[in-house]
T-cell receptor
Framework: NAGVTQTPKFQVLKTGQSMTLQCAQD?????MSWYRQDPGMGLRLIHY???????DQGEVPNGYNVSRSTTEDFPLRLLSAAPSQTSVYFC???????????FGPGTRLLVL | GQQLNQSPQSMFIQEGEDVSMNCTSS?????WLWYKQDPGEGPVLLIA?????ELTSNGRLTAQFGITRKDSFLNISASIPSDVGIYFC?????????????FGTGTRLTIIP
């Protein structure tokens, strides 16, 4: 079991560029989510999905898109990167009805 | 959006000392979770609490669900170097695990040699 994997580990973007952060899990979890972590802010929920084909917004969804075509994958798209999106992004997954979320190692994004 | 307030924000202790930290909310939660994040890694669940007043241990860690349901506490006894990291609390409105978590701002623990 690889658990939750995220790519890339690091990324530098220029303002206005677009990119996709990849997230995959091999635990057959229905629930997947994306968080961003900023200094002194804890983790804030961006988008989440309760199963393939179903996504919903979290606390800070603006500037991000998601889709869930398979159970395993939950990519996060930045449409037009802004410096305010400089952050560490974590993907997580869990079984429906259980509390334990398994987090990926994170993607560190710098937008210049 | 709501954030949970954790205190202290950071702690500098010597190996062997006990540690206490807490988390407070303006809203009621029916599940409280405590996570630890090692440097460069994602958070890992340490303890889950489901009932007001509940006291739960995991090795040297003990967490309590406050009776008002608006706070929770984490204690670490006899700290060791691998305890270094950031500790986050998280709250959930229900006991069913299907709802969105609200995370605290974190307590960073550093052990002074």
């Amino acid at each position: 079991n690889a658990g939750v994997t995220q790519t890339p580990k690091f990324q530098v973007l220029k303002t206005g560029q677009s990119m996709t952060l990849q997230c995959a899990q091999d635990m057959n979890h229905e629930y997947m989510s994306w968080y961003r972590q900023d200094p002194g802010m804890g983790l804030r929920l961006i988008h989440y999905s309760v199963g393939a084909g179903i996504t919903d917004q979290g606390e800070v969804p603006n500037g991000y898109n998601v889709s869930r075509s398979t159970t395993e994958d939950f990519p996060l798209r930045l449409l037009s990167a802004a410096p305010s999106q400089t952050s560490v992004y974590f993907c997580a997954s869990k079984d429906w009805g259980y509390e334990t979320q398994y987090f990926g190692p994170g993607t560190r994004l710098l937008v210049l | 959006g709501q954030q949970l307030n954790q205190s202290p924000q950071s702690m500098f202790i010597q190996e062997g000392e006990d540690v206490s930290m807490n988390c407070t909310s303006s809203s009621i939660f029916n599940t409280w979770l405590w996570y630890k994040q090692d440097p460069g890694e994602g958070p890992v669940l340490l303890i889950a609490l489901y009932k007001a007043g509940e006291l739960t241990s995991n090795g040297r860690l003990t967490a309590q669900f406050g009776i008002t349901r608006k706070d929770s506490f984490l204690n670490i006894s006899a700290s060791i170097p691998s305890d270094v990291g950031i500790y986050f609390c998280a709250g959930q409105p229900s006991n069913f695990g299907n709802e969105k978590l609200t995370f605290g701002t974190g307590t960073r623990l550093t052990i002074i040699p």
